[in-house]
């Protein structure tokens, strides 16, 4: 089949121009879902800096309200604030490798349970807080409003 055969079969099954290839009978869905494969764009490093009162516990909050990804299973765009609560340890998120990483999200297609909980980890990673917590609340599809909640907490502290 021609490149351009199978672009047209493409958008045949799916209009949207996704990229993604759905069944031509979306009536059905399977028992349990999972997302699929789609090549990862390259996220960017989260860089970081010595946080300058260690000794102290003070919480930095960041309300990011410009994150976009894709629906796994449509292709669509999906839009999220997210709110980064945290008390750092040793070091400190900086801002534009944050705003870069963030956007990095924005050609991949995540369920919002496994993208709120992948900037969780991704973040403790990096900076090793003694708490955080993400928030990703996304705008309302199909009528339904989601927001899901990840928290971590250092070892020993409660």
């Known amino acids: 089949m021609t490149e351009r055969a199978e672009r047209a079969r493409r958008e045949r099954e799916n209009p949207a121009g ?8 979306c009536s059905t869905v399977p028992a349990r879902l999972t997302e699929p ?17 260690p ?11 410009e994150f976009t990804c894709l629906c796994p299973r449509t292709g669509q765009p999906d839009f999220a604030t997210f709110t980064i609560r945290y008390v750092p340890d040793e070091t400190c998120v900086e801002l534009k490798s944050l705003k870069l990483y963030l956007w990095s999200f924005r050609g991949e297609g995540h369920f ?3 993208v709120t909980n992948r900037v969780l980890d991704d973040l403790v990673q990096a900076t090793q807080p003694r ?3 993400v928030t990703g609340d996304f705008r309302v599809r199909g009528g339904i409003h989601t ?3 990840a928290e971590h907490r250092a070892a020993g502290r409660d």
């Open 18 to 25: 996704s990229g993604i290839d759905m069944p031509a009978d």
């Open 37 to 53: 494969e789609m090549p990862p764009s390259p996220v960017k490093p989260l860089e970081t800096f010595p946080n300058p009162s």
């Open 55 to 65: 000794a102290r516990d003070y919480e930095i909050e960041f309300t990011c309200p």
């Open 147 to 149: 927001v899901v909640t």
């Open 131 to 133: 708490w955080m917590k």
């Open 112 to 114: 919002h349970e496994a």
